[in-house]
């Protein structure tokens, strides 16, 4: 059973929401091409710290950045590079935070100038689909209600559902119990209760589900090589409608 958290700890939570929103959309503004990928992590790192906050990536199991930032086929994990964006790439951005012992947990995956028809229906196909999930995130549904409308929304573009990886509760630790999948049944799975707070990132693919893990241990890329867009955010289980505590307000305005 995991516990509910209590409305003083969802308030810290919203704060860390905030946070990784701002940061973000920080990121955001900047991504052009000619830009490289580890200039994106230099402008979130700053930005994070500028706030009193810590990039709870940075250093978890080893990772060495800020920023999990992935490029096209690279489905998450990667690693800001000198790679130097160009138009018509996909970059997944992916940002936590540590602050007053809380942890902010979200994604965005952004176009860099102009996409093609198919990437960009992927995009906001992947967005919506994390609406999807959020609306099933309700006091009395189930985990498998969440995959369920996150797989058979993104499922019905003719889109694929990324099993390797799921969603999760967060709170003290960034990564808490239950697991969130992209995929499952309705009515199955542990019980969604008002307070519970948990992160909903869908990982959808263009082409076929199978993902490998790149050879430096971390990245997970598509094994066909086609796009793969990943959107996330945190929200909280309550009656009747979830709360969100991170937001694409910000980049979107
Ligand atoms: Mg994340
Ligand atoms: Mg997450």
Redesign the pocket.
């Given at each position: 059973m995991v516990a509910p958290k209590t409305e003083e700890e969802i308030l810290l939570m919203k704060e860390n929401g905030i946070l990784v929103s701002r940061t973000l959309a920080e990121v955001g503004k900047i991504i052009a091409p000619g830009v490289t990928t580890l200039e994106l992590n230099r402008v979130a790192e700053t930005f994070i710290r500028d706030h009193g906050a810590v990039p709870s990536f940075l250093g978890y199991d080893g990772f060495p950045a800020a920023l999990c930032i992935s490029v096209n086929d690279v489905v998450v994990h990667g690693f800001p590079s000198d790679y130097v964006l160009k138009d018509g790439d996909i970059v997944s951005v992916?940002c936590g935070t540590y602050y007053k012992g809380y942890n902010g947990?979200s994604a965005y995956t952004f176009a860099v100038g102009e996409v093609d028809p198919e990437t960009a229906k992927l995009l906001e196909v992947t967005k919506a689909s994390l609406y999807e999930g959020i609306a099933a995130a309700v006091d009395g549904n189930r985990v498998g209600d969440i995959g369920h409308a996150v797989q058979s929304y993104a499922e019905s573009f003719g889109f694929s559902v990324v099993r390797e990886l799921e969603?999760?509760g967060i709170g003290t630790r960034m990564h808490e119990a239950p697991g969130v999948p992209n995929y499952g049944r309705k009515g199955q799975g542990p019980k969604l209760r008002n307070g519970m707070t948990i992160?909903i990132?869908p990982m959808i693919n263009a082409g076929s589900k199978s993902v490998y893990l790149d050879k430096n241990g971390w990245a997970v890329r598509t094994a066909d090589h086609k796009n793969a867009a990943h959107f996330?955010l945190t929200v909280v289980v309550r009656k009747g409608h979830a709360e969100q505590l991170s937001t694409f307000d910000f980049i979107e305005c």
């Amino acid at each position: 059973m995991v516990a509910p958290k209590t409305e003083e700890e969802i308030l810290l939570m919203k704060e860390n929401g905030i946070l990784v929103s701002r940061t973000l959309a920080e990121v955001g503004k900047i991504i052009a091409p000619g830009v490289t990928t580890l200039e994106l992590n230099r402008v979130a790192e700053t930005f994070i710290r500028d706030h009193g906050a810590v990039p709870s990536f940075l250093g978890y199991d080893g990772f060495p950045a800020a920023l999990c930032i992935s490029v096209n086929d690279v489905v998450v994990h990667g690693f800001p590079s000198d790679y130097v964006l160009k138009d018509g790439d996909i970059v997944s951005v992916d940002c936590g935070t540590y602050y007053k012992g809380y942890n902010g947990d979200s994604a965005y995956t952004f176009a860099v100038g102009e996409v093609d028809p198919e990437t960009a229906k992927l995009l906001e196909v992947t967005k919506a689909s994390l609406y999807e999930g959020i609306a099933a995130a309700v006091d009395g549904n189930r985990v498998g209600d969440i995959g369920h409308a996150v797989q058979s929304y993104a499922e019905s573009f003719g889109f694929s559902v990324v099993r390797e990886l799921e969603g999760h509760g967060i709170g003290t630790r960034m990564h808490e119990a239950p697991g969130v999948p992209n995929y499952g049944r309705k009515g199955q799975g542990p019980k969604l209760r008002n307070g519970m707070t948990i992160c909903i990132e869908p990982m959808i693919n263009a082409g076929s589900k199978s993902v490998y893990l790149d050879k430096n241990g971390w990245a997970v890329r598509t094994a066909d090589h086609k796009n793969a867009a990943h959107f996330e955010l945190t929200v909280v289980v309550r009656k009747g409608h979830a709360e969100q505590l991170s937001t694409f307000d910000f980049i979107e305005c």
